[in-house]
C-alpha cells in the first residue's frame, strides 16, 4: 500500500491502514477470522463485486496488483473500504465487537454531548438507517435520547449504514450500569425575569410529560432513583 493522499503513513497490514486513516477513528479493529466467514457476510454481495477478492485484500492474504491501472486500482480499493465498513455494523453488535466500542466509548472517543444539562455525556455513533447511502452517521446521546451531528467534517461524510440503527440500544443493553442517570433539568427562556409565554408553555409540556413518566413507573414499583440507570436526579 502507498501512503495514502489522507496523511495516514505505509503500514503493512489493510486494517490497520484503513484504521489510520484521518476520519476512521470512529471505527474498531475487525478480527480478521470475523471477516473470512462467510456467514457474516451474508448479503453484502450485492453491495460490491468480487467478494472473495476484496476479503483476500482485507485479510492480507493477497494485495491489489500494481500492474493494473491506477483508475482500477482506487476501485478496488474503494470496495474494499465499502466492504470493511458494511461488515463493521455487524462487527460490532458482537462481544467481541461490543468489548471494542466499550473501550472507545469510555475513552470518549466519539466526543461529547453539546446539551449544557447532560454535563459531558459521552456519545455513540448511530445510523438512521441500516442501507447504505441513505443518510450520515449520527451521535447518540444517552441522557438526553437525542441525537447529533459530528462536529467533524470527516466524521459527519460517514455513512449511518457502517453503525447501523441497532447498535445503542444493543451496547446499553450488553453494558447497563453505563447507562445515565437522567438530569430533571430544563432550560427555560427567559426576558426580564420572566418566563417567555410560548417557551413556557412548551416547557410546562415537557415536565408533565417527565412527571408523568415517574409516576407510571412508581406506579409499577420500579425503582427511578439515582442510584438507577436511566433514574432521575
Given amino acids: 500500500m502507498d501512503k ?11 486494517i490497520d491502514w484503513f484504521l489510520g486513516m484521518k476520519g476512521n477513528e470512529y471505527f ?7 471477516i473470512r466467514d462467510r456467514f457474516n457476510l ?7 463485486n ?14 491489489i496488483d500494481d500492474s493494473l491501472p491506477e483508475k482500477k486500482r482506487r476501485e478496488i480499493e474503494d470496495d474494499c473500504k465499502f466492504l470493511y465498513s458494511l461488515i463493521h455494523s455487524r462487527y460490532i453488535l458482537t462481544i467481541k465487537g461490543l468489548s471494542q466500542m466499550y473501550e472507545k466509548y469510555t475513552d470518549s472517543d466519539f466526543g461529547y454531548c453539546p446539551r449544557e444539562f447532560c454535563r459531558l455525556q459521552p456519545l455513540l455513533p448511530v ?10 452517521v449520527k451521535l ?8 447529533y451531528n459530528p462536529k467533524s467534517v470527516r466524521h459527519s461524510r460517514l455513512d449511518g449504514a ?3 440503527t441497532s447498535f445503542p440500544a444493543m451496547f446499553f443493553q450488553t453494558y447497563p450500569e453505563l447507562i445515565p442517570t437522567h438530569s430533571l433539568n430544563i432550560y427555560t427562556p427567559k426576558m426580564f425575569g420572566f418566563h417567555v409565554h410560548q417557551s413556557a408553555q412548551l416547557t410546562r409540556w415537557r415536565l408533565f410529560q417527565r412527571e408523568k413518566q415517574m409516576k407510571e413507573l412508581e406506579s409499577q414499583d420500579i425503582d427511578i432513583g439515582t442510584s438507577t440507570p436511566g433514574g432521575y436526579k
Fill in 50 to 63: 468480487r467478494l472473495t477478492t476484496l476479503i483476500d485484500i482485507i485479510t492480507d492474504v493477497s494485495v
Fill in 42 to 48: 451474508t448479503g453484502l454481495n450485492k453491495y460490491v
Fill in 140 to 147: 447518540y446521546c444517552p441522557n438526553c435520547e437525542d441525537i
Fill in 4 to 14: 495514502d493522499d489522507s496523511g495516514s503513513d505505509y503500514t503493512e497490514y489493510w
Fill in 127 to 136: 445510523g438512521l438507517s441500516d442501507i447504505p447511502n441513505l443518510s450520515t
Fill in 28 to 34: 474498531c479493529d475487525i478480527d480478521p477470522e470475523y
Fill in 162 to 164: 457502517f453503525f447501523g
